[in-house]
């Protein structure tokens, strides 16, 4: 039985490096999320209109609050759906 | 003296020039309690993502403006009389919100980013 450590792959397990996160907000230095602007709030909603957490966005505490502000001001005035599917 | 937006969604039955007396009246009543409105932004008839009183499409209507903080107690009143006002919603625009809105208006809009994260 050969020994864990001995099996040697033919090619070198590619460990592909994974590409770092960043908050774009603080990267693009905007400052304010508009509720008005829909097509921009989508980016942050999943097809079925939930909004994505924010290990996917990759968004900063302090924006991701911000933007889950605007979504949630967006939906109460009808310009985002509550719940849907296929949004996209 | 704060900046306020105030976002109304208007029945779509509404014709013409019913949504400018509507628009008028809600500017007037800014401008006679003391507000002086920035910016008025009617967006028109426009389709809702869910359907509020039976009606999937409404007009919608942007007010930006500065006024008193004792001001949007009796806009409210107006707004929850008014019967072709289907919603509304007041916001406190803090100083970046004001500067992107005016940034917005001059063409240059902040938020369309188009490099993908």
């Known amino acids: ?88 | 003296m704060n900046n306020y937006e105030l976002m109304v969604i208007f029945t779509p039955v509404l014709s013409e020039e019913d949504y400018k007396v509507a628009q008028k009246k809600f500017a007037d009543l800014i401008k006679e309690t003391g507000g002086t409105v920035t910016h008025e932004n009617p967006w028109g008839l426009r389709s809702l993502a869910y359907p509020i009183q039976k009606k999937t499409t409404g007009m919608y209507l942007v007010l930006e403006y500065s006024a008193p903080s004792d001001l949007n107690e009796k806009l409210k009143i107006q707004l929850n009389r008014d019967e072709n006002v289907l919603r509304h919603m007041i916001t406190a625009l803090d100083k970046y919100a004001v500067e992107y809105n005016g940034r917005k208006r001059h063409g240059v809009s902040a938020d369309s980013k188009t490099v993908e994260a």
């Open chain 1, 1 to 88: 039985m050969a020994v864990k450590q001995e099996i040697k792959y033919l090619t070198a397990v590619k460990t592909e490096k994974r590409q770092k996160k960043y908050c774009r907000f603080k990267k693009m230095g905007i400052k304010y999320v508009d509720y008005k602007d829909a097509e921009f709030l989508k980016k942050f909603l999943n097809d079925q209109g939930k909004m994505l957490p924010r290990r996917i966005t990759g968004n900063s505490l302090k924006f991701q609050r911000k933007v889950a502000q605007a979504i949630k001001k967006a939906r109460q005035m009808a310009l985002l759906p509550y719940v849907t599917d296929l949004l996209k």
